[in-house]
């Protein structure tokens, strides 16, 4: 991937133009503000683990049952240890968090303070403490390879000005006494130069790349998990209330229009063809009737009736008996299925038939309901010429949207030449 | 038939419900009971023995297809009991339903919308209180739009007459409605008897119901 501005030190390293950039200097500033604090670290395990390790080794060589003394000396340094370590990790990885914005651009976002128990408890919190020995104890090893690296070729860059001096022949792998003998050294370590660059940006990247793993906050499955379960809820509230509105539709606002219309229809019995009121009377007969076709598709588009009275297979039914091909319904379904499924199911049915009917030239449909695990899988196949492609906006993909918000899965089989089959998984979970 | 037809009627919105009331009592139905939900409907109709029942299909308690159900359920006590059912609208399985119920005659499957067509709708309780049966024009019209080889024999004034045969017409009513003759629509009636394989009868409500079975046949593919 090459956008235009790489968006951290790894990817940048791959650029042609790294040695001119300012991605160099983010990497040594990154190295530089390490220092401080891998120090830090480095010291308070010497001084905790320091005295542990010969401990350890008199136990290794001479195997004998450690003394009270000694145990309880590596008990308590080792509770100290794993109790403080939570504690200092939060705040070293607060600050690496932010540090390490020297060398990438994405953000790593901190977290507050969870309390004290839940600090324990969290994965993510040894992680952080695994960080904390990685940097005390791994870095300053590092550290210290590369800055002998660093001082070597900075000897013998200016080897040809110290070798002048004759009385003091610098070394560097065989003693050079003399300003001639020094060059071809310095021109290495002139040459050295972008290669030392380059180990600094590469040992900032692998830093930044561990810190990035220890410190980034693994996306909380649970709260995944939740923010799911509200989007369902939220989708399943939402069908609550369009079953509520279709329900006041039908046991209020249409009845009344009916006994409005059948009124009006009384009326013109007694109305004379040529009486003043006769005509206005028939237009207002007229537009009742027309307000009623009206109101029934309406309610029918809000939540489809068939479905609340007859269920899904009931309601799959009808559809297949409207369709304009033949269209064959296998339904297993013994229990209840949560009120969202159906209608999602329905709609799922209702286009895919629409689509064959228009797309497919299809002579004839199937369409499957069955259960299978905690999924309902609706299938919709049909024996047209096949092509369907969900990006010429077939409705597939709206159909698509609506199985997502259900957490479902819709797949799709449409060769050229057919057949097509839909196949929608939805879970079923209350 | 007897001069004055007693009705049980139910539907549970009020204002529908008198409207109705008012409508049959203007035309000379008597009344016995008009009420709100499907156990009181049961209730009354046993109580009152009427010529015709007229009910919502979806009725408190349940509000689903509570009116249907006890309609069938009377039928299943009166085989020869004439109910009319009111439906929002087209579901062909509760069609269905009534006509497997009781004698599989004498009933009538409507959409709600009629009720506005007073006269239409009043002539169609009177066919089925005398015998007839009727089903909405709608419904006729999906369970014809299933596709059916022997359907797709039929011309389309065939079609025409056969939806009209559904609803429980006469041949001299189809005639009127076609602007034919009426021997026409004879010959009309015996060649789609013959296309869809039922032997041919006089009686109307045979034809219907022989017109009907066979369109509640699950496709042939």
Known sequence: ?430 | MSSVTRVVLAEDEVLLREGLVALLTRFDFTVCAAVGSAPELLAAAREHQPDLVLTDIRMPPGRRDDGLRAAVALRAERPHLPVVVLSQYVQTGYATALLDSGDGQRVGYLLKDRVAEVTEFVDTLRRVAGGGTAIDPDVVRQLLHRPRDPLAALSAREREVLALLAEGRSNASIAGRLHVSEAAVGKHVGNILLKLDLPPSDDTNRRVLAVLTYLRADPVS
Do not use: K
Not at chain 1, 31 to 44: E, Q, S
Not at chain 1, 289 to 307: A, D, E, T, Y
Not at chain 1, 329 to 348: K, M, Q, R, S
């Open chain 1, 1 to 430: 991937m090459t956008t235009e501005h790489p968006s951290h030190l790894a990817e940048a390293l791959r650029r042609r133009r790294w040695l001119i950039s300012a991605w160099p200097w983010r990497a040594l500033a990154y190295l530089v503000t390490t220092v401080p604090i891998a120090g830090f670290l480095a010291v308070g395990l010497l001084v905790i683990g320091g005295p542990m390790l010969p401990v350890f080794s008199t136990l290794r060589q001479h195997g004998r049952p450690p003394s009270i003394a000694l145990m309880l000396f590596l008990i308590t340094g080792s509770v100290i240890l794993v109790a403080l370590a939570p504690i200092l990790s939060f705040a070293v990885a607060a600050v690496e968090r932010w540090r390490v914005r020297l060398v990438d651009n994405r953000p790593l976002p901190s977290s507050p303070w969870p309390g004290l128990a839940a600090r324990y408890r969290s994965p993510a919190t040894w992680r952080e403490v695994a960080y904390l020995f990685w940097l005390g104890g791994f870095t300053p090893v590092a550290y210290w390879v590369f800055l002998i690296l660093v001082l070597l070729d900075l000897g013998m860059i200016s080897s040809p000005w110290l070798a002048g001096d004759a009385n003091q022949p610098v070394v560097i792998w065989q003693p050079i006494d003399s300003t001639g003998e020094a060059v071809p050294y310095a021109i290495v370590g002139v040459l050295l130069i972008p290669v030392l660059w380059y180990a600094t940006g590469l040992l900032a990247a692998v830093q930044a790349a561990v810190a990035r793993w220890a410190l980034a906050h693994p996306v909380d499955a649970a709260a995944l998990r939740e923010v799911t379960r509200s989007r369902t809820r939220l989708v399943g509230a939402y069908e609550a209330e369009r079953r509520r509105i279709e329900r006041d539709l039908h046991d209020g606002a249409q009845p009344r229009l009916t006994s409005l219309t059948l009124q009006l229809g009384l009326a013109r019995l007694d109305v004379p063809e040529d009486s003043p009121a006769s005509r206005p009377l028939a237009v207002a007969h007229d537009q009742a009737r027309g307000l009623m076709v009206m109101l029934r598709q309406l309610v029918h588009g809000i939540r489809p009736q068939s479905l609340t009275d007859l269920g899904l297979a009931g309601a799959v039914r009808e559809l297949a008996d409207a369709a304009t091909i033949p269209v064959t319904v296998h339904a297993d379904l013994h229990d209840e299925l949560p009120e969202i499924v159906e209608t999602t199911a329905y709609f799922v049915v209702s286009e895919a038939l629409g689509n064959v009917a228009r797309h497919a030239r299809a002579t004839r449909a199937d369409v499957r309901l069955t259960r299978a695990g905690g999924d309902l899988v609706v299938e919709v196949t049909d024996d047209g010429h096949g092509g369907a492609d969900p990006a010429r906006g077939t409705g597939l993909t709206g159909l698509a949207d609506r199985v997502a918000a259900v957490d479902g899965r819709l797949l799709l089989s449409s060769p050229p030449g057919g057949p097509t089959v839909v196949r929608v998984e939805l879970p079923c979970r209350r």
